[in-house]
């Protein structure tokens, strides 16, 4: 810390990416870059209130250690949760896993971190933020970000900014009807998409198709790749039930890129190869997006909390971050 105390100042912000099981904090600079990177668990077995209690800590001791070693507190904080979020007004709305219901989040951090500025928002949204803006869209003025994760989620960017829709449900692309009739689903729909290609539904399918009850989304990939047949009929339904999907999803909205991340792109051309051939071959008058593999990884909330908090400080620039 020796050579920090005889530099000015570094201007940050407090970035908190608020997951299910655990928190990824981090403090950002201007640029958007991670100075400094904290995680601890939610600890949601405790309840709600010690969740949101946990919460509010975590980013109090993140701004006293921002000041401590960067020479002045963070000047805003921005926050991402999952479920439903009201970003306008600032309120966690519901998130089945955490228990929470209309917690006024933003404001009860404002008043935890001195009245600095903070920023609620939507766990993917978020994430779909950074990857639309130092990420795998970096450039793409519209893009659709597709997470296949538990289950399957959407961002939609347009011009550097994510569409959260009039009621916060915009790009709820997993609970798109691909198979009409088909499993339900914990949405009260029948046939969604989450249900056939999100690496939960890929898990499911494989270990029932290859007898292993552990058998997971990753071991179906590499069976795919040895040739086995049972792997190869399973990765097709998800991949052709992904492209049916998707191709709704570019017919509505005409991206520039696809981004596909979460657990199931992990397999890359496995996945990305045979997805691409088969979004082509449904295509007719709509325009290929180019799909790709989302680059962050699992820091793009946190990221992206930190591009929402920076915003609150400087809305002149939204479209252009510069490392
Ligand atoms: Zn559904």
Redesign the pocket.
Known sequence: MGAQDTLSPVRHVIALDVGGTGMKAALAGAGGELLHQARRATGRARGPEAVVEGILDFAAELRAYGEERFGEPAAAAGVAVPGIVDAARGIAVYAANLGWRDLPLRDLLAERLDGIPVALGHDVRTGGLAEGRVGAGRGADRFLFVPLGTGIAGAIGIDGRVEAGAHGFAGEI??VVVRPGGAP?????HG?L??YASAAAVSEAWAAACGDPDADAADCAKAVLSGDPDAVRVWRSAVDALADGLVTALTLLDPRTLIIGGGLAEAGETLFTPLRAAVRQRVTFQKLPSIVPAALGDTAGCLGAGLLAWDLLDNTDRTEVTP
């Open positions: 997993g609970h689903c914990p949405c009260g729909q969604c989450e249900r």
